[in-house]
């Protein structure tokens, strides 16, 4: 009687996917809609030391349409460059204050499209990614990781209250699903109109 010898990788693909870096030790925030732009997402990953690294959230235009960054500026004014943030000291003295809706950044895409960033949290702006000025595309290739925008700590006090006004990851997909669901049905409802 001859028996097969067992598949090595069968008992390996039952095994869960090992998490990654940054489900392993950031949360998921999301602000959904920021300044009131349909699908301009973004996603706010707050670590347990309470610092918050702003990424673009999945559905962000500049990642679902397959559009090309052009270039990205971290010059918010005319006398506002978030390059020139220095941080120093435990303090973290001269770092920029941003509100909620401070812009950090622009991407201008090839299309002539320009977006605007938001810090989405109340903190302080510890450093922004130049890694993006000379290599944008690493925004939609790795948006929450070598991507990111910039990276904000909160006031200790109100680093419980930071997330008020964001969703969480099962709000984020619910808000995510009814813009689907939403467009399927406009797009249907076009489609009965034309025939």
């Not at 489900?23 to 707050?46: M, N, S």
């Not at 938001?118 to 000025?133: F, H, I, P, T």
């Not at 984020?172 to 689907?180: G, P």
């Amino acid at each position: 009687m001859t028996t097969e010898p067992e598949d090595p990788v069968a008992p390996l693909a039952a095994e869960p996917a090992v998490p990654s870096l940054v489900d392993r030790y950031f949360t998921r925030w999301y602000k959904a809609d920021v300044k009131g732009k349909p699908c301009e997402d973004h996603c706010i990953l707050q670590h347990s030391n309470r610092i918050c690294v702003i990424t673009l959230a999945g559905s962000h235009p500049v990642l679902q349409s397959g559009k090309t960054i052009k270039s990205i500026s971290y010059q918010i004014s005319t006398n506002c460059s978030r390059l020139q943030n220095k941080v120093s000291g435990k303090f973290k003295r001269g770092a920029q204050f941003l509100t909620e809706l401070a812009p950090l950044c622009k991407i201008y895409c090839s299309d002539g499209e320009e977006y605007t960033i938001s810090s989405c949290v109340r903190g302080r702006l510890m450093e922004v990614n130049e890694y993006l000025l000379h290599k944008p595309s690493i925004l939609q290739e790795k948006p929450s990781t070598e991507g990111y925008i910039a990276v904000v700590l909160p006031k200790f006090e109100e680093s419980k209250s930071v997330t008020e006004g964001l969703l969480t990851q099962k709000e984020y997909e619910e808000v995510v699903l009814k813009r689907l669901k939403a467009t399927t049905a406009a797009s249907c409802g076009a489609r009965t109109e034309v025939e």
